[in-house]
């Protein structure tokens, strides 16, 4: 009896302080970030405001230096690219982010999309998407979207009004 209760604890993901499904081998944050390539890249262009801002966030969100930060969108290009849909980044992210964590990674593609002051229709379409592979409501996604929409606004005036 006690060696069972023994094994059960032993097989909990407290006991080993990761959560039940985690790839130990698997940096999460390369999913984060391929997420954060496709929206960039979505209406066919990434331009130098949307990659500059990819690496802004992986290195202010991370604490990563610049040098990780590239080999980290490197990485997160490469699986990208040999990917053939986005749910493989998206299982990482839901067994490895708590809800709260996934609706900063929202806001921060929201910045992604936002970054050039407008949303085209591509980029509406891949967050309609990601909503669902995140399994996010839609309310929190539009209520994220208002966030950093006013404050990208708020922003770019103020930018105008001092330049």
């Not at 964590?101 to 379409?125: A, L, P, Q, S, T």
């Not at 966030?147 to 930018?159: C, E, G, I, L, Y």
Request: one cysteine or more.
């Amino acid at each position: 009896m006690i060696d069972r209760l023994k094994q059960f604890f032993e097989k909990r993901p407290e006991a080993v302080g990761q959560k039940e499904g985690r790839d130990p081998k698997y940096d999460p944050r390369v999913a984060v970030c391929a997420l954060f390539v496709e929206i960039g890249r979505i209406d066919e262009t990434f331009t130098q405001e949307e990659l500059d801002l990819v690496l802004t966030i992986l290195k202010d969100k991370y604490g990563l230096s610049a040098a990780h930060a590239d080999d980290l969108l490197e990485e997160a290009t490469r699986e990208l690219d040999e990917s053939i849909d986005l749910w493989q980044f998206a299982k990482r992210i839901n067994t490895n982010y708590s809800n709260s964590e996934k609706m900063e990674i929202v806001e921060m593609m929201w910045r992604i999309v936002f970054v050039d002051g407008k949303m085209d229709d591509h980029e509406h379409y891949i967050m309609s998407k990601l909503k669902n592979l995140l399994r996010i409501s839609h309310k929190d996604l539009i209520d994220a979207k208002l966030k950093v929409s006013r404050s990208t606004r708020r922003n770019r005036t103020a930018r105008e009004i001092s330049g």
